[in-house]
């Protein structure tokens, strides 16, 4: 230990026999003042450690290219671009780095790691690095996580978020159920913390059919309540063929649309003509129309009398005199009422 350390102990632990005759204070440098905060700051540590108030975790900067998607990962690292993954980017370039480490897991083979939380770090870390920013670098903690844990671990991190699509928590939700919970809805909500009907709910959207999911724009479009407004009209065969054929053809639309010929229809607007062409067409049959005419003189037709239904329209003809006119007219009541 060096002498300027056995000063501080010298100093924390004096007076500790002392007698307790009052001593004049002896004004300490500034070295020793500094000294002396740095060793209690230390204590302090120490003991948060072993009370357990403190928890130290190693974080490492790794080079991007060395990690890989976790195959059950629940965002679609296709469909991170420049533009949804800007606020990032600038906010990583404003601060110099990456703030919030992605939390991974070592693998064997090509890539050392598996990025279980931190998709889109990642794809801006990636972006930054290709565009002129050579220097930043990817921040990582590594654990170790069975995959359950990394499943729930993703989702708590991504359930609130709005860059992740109600489709793509709907899918991951119905292929962790038979991975981890052996299909058992009730023991997957507990471990997830969600009611049972939250969870049914996505469960059940995950089962449209790929018809309806590619009518869609974008998976990012597609909203749960949409699954639930289509649910009935699926489940009726007689509404379900022209509400697929109408998917058929926004498909074919969407695809012209990005070979540059048309535009795209976003979600509300897909839903809406999906839900119109279900609809059952209802023919409204008109009422044949009978017609008679009453009195008139072979020269003049009298009054013209056309039934539709419940209802009568009479024509009169105006150079009809008033007799033949009153004549026709008791024919007409007669034969009718």
């Known amino acids: 230990m060096s002498k300027k350390h056995d000063a501080i102990f010298d100093d924390v632990l004096s007076g500790l026999d002392a007698p307790e005759t009052p001593v004049e204070p002896v004004e300490k440098t500034k ?24 928890e130290e975790k ?17 965002r679609s690292y296709g469909l991170l671009t420049e533009d949804n993954c800007r606020d990032l980017i600038d906010g990583i370039k404003s601060q110099g780095r990456q703030e919030f480490p992605a939390i991974v897991r070592r693998t064997e083979g090509e ?30 903690e590594v654990r170790d996580l069975t995959d359950e ?27 962790a159920i038979s991975l981890y919970y052996n299909g058992r809805q009730k023991a997957m909500a507990e471990r997830l913390e969600v009611s049972q009907p939250w969870l049914s709910r996505y469960l059940q959207m995950a089962k449209l059919p790929s018809r309806i999911v590619e009518a869609f724009a974008s998976i990012r479009d597609i909203k749960e309540r949409h699954a639930r407004d289509l649910k009935p ?12 054929a109408e998917a058929d053809r926004l498909t074919m639309k969407h695809l012209a649309a990005r070979d ?41 037709k009298g009054i013209v009398a056309r ?31």
């Open 31 to 54: 070295d020793e003042d500094r000294a002396g905060a740095r060793f209690l700051k230390r204590s302090t540590t120490l003991g948060d450690r072993l009370s357990g108030d403190l």
């Open 58 to 74: 190693t974080l490492h900067w790794v080079d991007p290219s060395d990690c890989k998607m976790w195959r059950r990962h629940n």
């Open 111 to 140: 890539f050392p790691y598996e990025v279980i939380c931190g998709a889109r770090r990642h794809f801006a870390v990636t972006w930054l690095r290709e565009n002129n920013y050579p220097q930043f670098k990817y921040l990582v």
């Open 149 to 175: 844990e990394a499943f729930r671990l993703a989702d708590i991190e991504n359930r609130d978020r709005e860059d992740i699509s109600d489709y793509e928590r709907a899918i991951d939700y119905a292929q």
């Open 233 to 244: 009209l699926l489940a009726d065969p007689k509404l379900a063929k022209p509400l697929l």
């Open 260 to 300: 540059g010929h048309g535009t795209f229809l976003d979600g509300a607007d897909v839903i809406l003509a999906l839900k119109k062409a279900a609809q059952p067409s209802v023919k409204v049959e008109r009422a044949a129309v009978e017609e008679k005419t009453y009195g008139g003189d072979g020269v003049t």
């Open 307 to 337: 039934s539709r239904g419940k209802k009568f329209q009479l024509e009169i003809d105006k150079s009809i005199d008033k007799v033949l006119v009153l004549s026709a007219f008791n024919e007409f009541l007669d034969e009718n009422f």
